[in-house]
């Protein structure tokens, strides 16, 4: 018997592969966890409905989801997943500020009902509740999330432009390629996994925590503060890494699953 932790699992790069493919082993270690008895998190910049179909394939259905870079918290009840805190944000100063910046850029801006309006060029993106607009209609409801796609930048230098834009009142990450996503000011995946917390009563040194991106970097950092174990994956930046306090092997080395088996391997929660 174990106590029981919440574990917070990102999901590009971690859960899945960079081409979105699924290994049958981490999808096995996931639903050992949760066998388990531990409250196995999803915590990733998806939308809400991505998630859910995520998280059919792994073969789960969490109790708990924190999607949108934190901006929005759910919970589960029944069959069903209810909003247990949303974060909208005015999105206007910040995408004026950027499309001077980046004339060229794509963007697309997801409102609280999950809604998207995006601009040309966003082909690669889920549209299936979404309609495409120009860019003074990207701002006509509050943003939940905002993501810009640069694809003729390179990552370096993409990150130095939008380093020296002086952004203000928002919350963003730079992901592996040259796109960014924007938050509502000082939420993060951190700030919507102590939501979960404070309602589940779990400590905050049993929390595991697995990312490979710059938008998980708060995540580890707060996991880690808190006596918990912060791991990155093998193929993190160095700047994820050094918010973690452990490393475990690359998404194509199945790295998640390394750290998963043995936490399943314990034996059951006490419940």
């Known amino acids: 018997m174990t106590d029981r932790w919440l574990v917070a699992l990102d999901i590009d ?8 493919s699924l290994s049958a082993r981490v999808a096995e270690a996931v639903r050992a966890v949760v066998d388990a008895g531990h409250l196995v998190v999803l915590a990733t910049g998806r939308s809400q409905s991505t998630t859910e179909s995520l998280a059919e394939r792994v073969g789960i259905r969490p ?41 060229e850029a794509r963007f697309l801006v997801e409102d609280a009902t999950g809604f998207r309006r995006y601009t040309r060029g966003m082909d690669d ?5 979404a309609e495409e607009v120009e860019f003074d209609g990207l701002t006509v409801e509050p943003a939940m999330r905002v993501v810009v796609m640069s694809p003729d930048h390179a990552v370096e230098d993409f990150l130095e432009i939008v380093e020296g834009m002086g952004l203000h009142k928002v919350s963003y990450a730079i992901g592996f390629s040259s796109w960014l996503d ?32 710059r938008n998980d970097i708060d995540m580890l950092a707060w996991t880690a503060a808190g006596g918990g174990r912060a791991i990155a994956m093998g193929q993190a930046p160095d700047e994820v890494a050094a918010a973690a306090n452990e490393r475990t092997g690359t998404v194509d080395e199945d790295g998640l699953a390394d750290v998963l088996e043995p936490l399943a391997a314990v034996g059951s929660v006490t419940r």
């Open 63 to 103: 109790e708990w989801m924190v999607v949108a870079n934190g901006a929005l918290v759910l919970q589960r009840e029944g069959d069903a997943y209810v909003r247990e805190h949303v974060e909208t944000f005015d999105a206007g100063p910040a995408l004026r500020r950027i499309v001077q910046g980046l004339p």
């Open 125 to 129: 993106w889920n549209l299936d509740h």
């Open 182 to 213: 924007i938050a509502p000011d000082g939420v993060n995946k951190a700030t919507g996994l102590q939501r979960v917390l404070d309602a589940t009563g779990i400590p905050r040194e049993r929390v595991l925590a697995v990312g490979d991106g």
């Open 13 to 20: 790069g971690t859960t899945v592969r960079e081409d979105d």
